[in-house]
């Protein structure tokens, strides 16, 4: 039977832990795109029209529903870079999912729902990122984009979460800053 502890921890779950668990993911895209040069970097936090920003972090309207780390080129650029940038997010999910794990069973943290949640939603993240499959819209899971990569098969280089930007999309996102 549900009840309202259940009802509770699933909404703390789903609006709190879960795009935290999302936020690492894309950080860990990023920290890739930052060590191999990439420009015009940019975090989106959830999905929809923007509801604030602050330095290079968007937050949209379903900020707990998914997000994209933006970039516009790397300055360096191959198959075995784009391949960890593509792995970063399932890395740093790992990581996460590794750490709080750890701290567990070394009795530093407590076991709380809160810690169960957080590496039930990394690992449900780390397993259909990595899962090489293509979504509906066409774009690779980054599992996909990375064996597309080391094959050099992948000349897009975007996944549902990695997005590069064109020239024509530069310009439009410094039009609407100036705005």
């Given at each position: 039977m549900l009840g309202m502890y259940d009802i509770?921890?699933?909404?703390?779950?789903?609006?709190?832990?879960?795009?935290?668990?999302?936020?690492?993911h894309l950080m860990g895209h990023l920290f890739f795109v930052t060590i191999f040069g990439g420009s015009k970097k940019r975090l989106i936090?959830?999905?929809?029209?923007?509801?604030?920003?602050?330095?290079?972090?968007?937050?949209?309207k379903y900020y707990f529903?998914?997000?994209?780390?933006?970039?516009?080129?790397?300055k360096f650029d191959n198959r075995f870079t784009n391949t960890l940038i593509y792995l970063g997010g399932s890395i740093f999910n790992f990581a996460g999912m590794y750490t709080v794990s750890s701290l567990k069973y070394a009795h530093i943290l407590d076991s709380s729902v809160i810690m169960d949640?957080?590496?039930?939603f990394s690992f449900y993240v780390l397993f259909f990122s990595l899962f090489p499959m293509y979504f509906n819209d066409?774009?690779?899971?980054?599992?996909k984009a990375a064996i597309l990569a080391l094959k050099k098969k992948h000349d897009d280089k975007?996944?549902?979460d990695i997005l590069i930007?064109?020239?024509?999309?530069?310009?439009?996102?410094d039009d609407s800053q100036e705005r």
């Open positions: 509770i921890k699933f909404l703390v779950s789903f609006f709190l832990i879960f795009p935290i668990v999302t936020m690492i936090i959830g999905s929809g029209n923007l509801l604030f920003s602050f330095g290079k972090v968007e937050i949209r529903w998914n997000g994209a780390c933006k970039f516009h080129q790397l949640q957080f590496i039930y066409g774009s690779p899971s980054d599992g975007y996944t549902g930007t064109q020239i024509e999309d530069l310009k439009k996102d």
